[in-house]
């Protein structure tokens, strides 16, 4: 489990099963761009989870403004994604999740790591794979060389291998995959890219589901509802429904969890998320 910063005491609400009946209102209105099946519920028995994916925008949150308030309002603990253009407050869809929070008692969490090491790695990966890919022969032999025998072919086959599997999980690869997806009516996010994927993007995925799992062991928490981009969604709930995945993609970001701050940041309605 991720270390939660807890800069408040969390008021439990009885929630009970409420959650559940916003899953009819979903399906009946609620749609995000081509993807389908943006919403998502989970209960342990103790603790209910919405996974809300939202086209993060001013008009995004203004199509289903009263239905994300009434959600907010119900629940003990809201959670949302991190914004690197902006302070969260003044995000166009995140800041008025805040605002609703805050008017409804609601605690506030923010468990994605998304930081400017994702968005400098994010586009500095296809670069290198791509370096890798191209330079293959060469490259792979140098460094395997040492280690075992390599046949021009092996190497060259080995560095096209690497290369291609770098630029998969960068966001070039989740640009493209999201590309094909929407064609095919589903989310970037699919069982092959779940499973196999590796980059900035997954380990957002890993490390959100991981601190949406932290917050609903919580006992004070009945009702909790996540909101991200839609894109994230069915990874998260993948992340989530497969804990041993989700730890072992843990140990494979080790060190980068290491270099950055990946814990769950947890405020209370009354102070500044900023």
Same mark, same amino acid.
Not at 9 to 28: M, N, P, Q, S, W
Not at 32 to 53: A, M, R, W
């Given at each position: 489990?991720?270390?939660?910063?807890?800069?408040? &005491?969390?008021?439990?609400?009885?929630?009970? +099963?409420?959650?559940?009946?916003?899953?009819?209102?979903?399906?009946?209105?609620?749609?995000?761009?081509?993807?389908?099946?943006?919403?998502?519920?989970?209960?342990?028995?103790?603790?209910?989870?919405?996974?809300?994916?939202v086209k993060h925008t001013r008009e995004g949150y203004d199509e289903h403004a009263e239905l994300f308030k009434e959600i907010v309002l119900d629940v003990?603990?809201?959670?949302?994604? %991190?914004?690197?253009?902006?302070?969260?407050?003044?995000?166009?869809?995140?800041?008025?999740?805040?605002?609703?929070?805050?008017?409804?008692? &609601?605690?506030?969490?923010?468990?994605?790591?998304? &930081?400017?090491?994702?968005?400098? +790695?994010?586009?500095?990966?296809?670069?290198?794979?791509?370096?890798?890919?191209?330079? $293959?022969?060469?490259? &792979? %032999?140098?460094?395997?060389?040492?280690?075992?025998?390599?046949?021009?072919?092996?190497?060259?086959? $080995? /560095?096209?291998?690497?290369?291609?599997?770098?630029?998969?999980?960068?966001?070039?690869?989740?640009?493209?995959?999201?590309?094909?997806?929407?064609?095919?009516? %589903?989310?970037?996010?699919?069982?092959?890219?779940?499973?196999?994927? @590796?980059?900035?993007?997954?380990?957002?995925?890993?490390?959100? !589901?991981? /601190?949406?799992?932290?917050?609903?062991?919580?006992?004070? @928490?009945?009702?909790? !509802? !996540?909101? @991200?981009?839609?894109?994230?969604?069915?990874?998260?709930? @993948?992340?989530?429904?497969?804990?041993?995945?989700?730890?072992?993609?843990?140990?494979?970001?080790?060190?980068?969890?290491?270099?950055?701050?990946?814990?769950?940041?947890?405020?209370?309605?009354?102070?500044?998320?900023?």
């Open positions: 489990m991720q270390e939660t910063h807890d800069h408040t &005491t969390a008021v439990g609400k009885d929630a009970g +099963t409420i959650l559940e009946r916003y899953l009819d209102i979903f399906e009946e209105d609620y749609a995000v761009e081509e993807i389908s099946n943006p919403v998502t519920y989970h209960s342990d028995g103790d603790t209910e989870l919405l996974n809300i994916g003990d603990a809201t959670v949302i994604e %991190q914004s690197l253009r902006q302070e969260i407050d003044e995000d166009p869809f995140y800041g008025r999740i805040v605002r609703d929070a805050r008017q409804g008692g &609601t605690v506030i969490y923010v468990a994605d790591p998304n &930081t400017t090491v994702h968005e400098t +790695t994010e586009w500095i990966q296809p670069w290198a794979g791509g370096g890798i890919a191209l330079g $293959g022969g060469t490259l &792979t %032999q140098e460094l395997l060389g040492g280690v075992m025998e390599v046949s021009p072919a092996a190497a060259t086959t $080995g /560095g096209l291998a690497i290369g291609a599997y770098i630029v998969y999980g960068s966001r070039v690869g989740a640009t493209l995959e999201t590309a094909y997806n929407r064609v095919r009516n %589903q989310t970037m996010d699919t069982p092959l890219y779940d499973r196999f994927g @590796h980059g900035m993007h997954d380990h957002r995925n890993v490390m959100i !589901a991981d /601190g949406i799992d932290t917050i609903c062991r919580d006992p004070d @928490h009945e009702a909790v !509802a !996540a909101f @991200h981009g839609a894109a994230h969604r069915s990874s998260i709930d @993948h992340y989530l429904e497969h804990p041993g995945r989700r730890d072992s993609k843990k140990r494979f970001y080790a060190q980068l969890n290491r270099i950055m701050d990946v814990s769950v940041e947890k405020y209370p309605p009354d102070i500044e998320t900023s």
